[in-house]
């Protein structure tokens, strides 16, 4: 279970990253592959991010 969180969450980064960047190629990237479910998941979770980061700012 480990390994595969930790992969959910590299692609949670990759597509909040590709989505402050406007990187539409990188962000279809991020979630290529995953199952409807698992790609709504981390859409969420990388949207969070994004709401985040335009009221806090960068790390």
Same mark, same amino acid.
């Given at each position: ?10 692609? !949670? ?6 989505l402050l960047a406007g990187d ?6 991020? !979630? ?9 998941? !981390? ?6 991010? !994004?709401?985040w980061h335009r009221f806090a700012g960068e790390d």
């Amino acid at each position: 279970m480990t390994a595969a969180w930790r992969e959910e969450t590299g692609r !949670v980064d990759a597509l909040a990253d590709a989505l402050l960047a406007g990187d539409e190629t990188a962000a279809a990237l991020a !979630v290529a592959g995953l199952d409807d479910a698992t790609r709504a998941r !981390v859409a969420g979770r990388a949207r969070l991010i !994004v709401a985040w980061h335009r009221f806090a700012g960068e790390d």
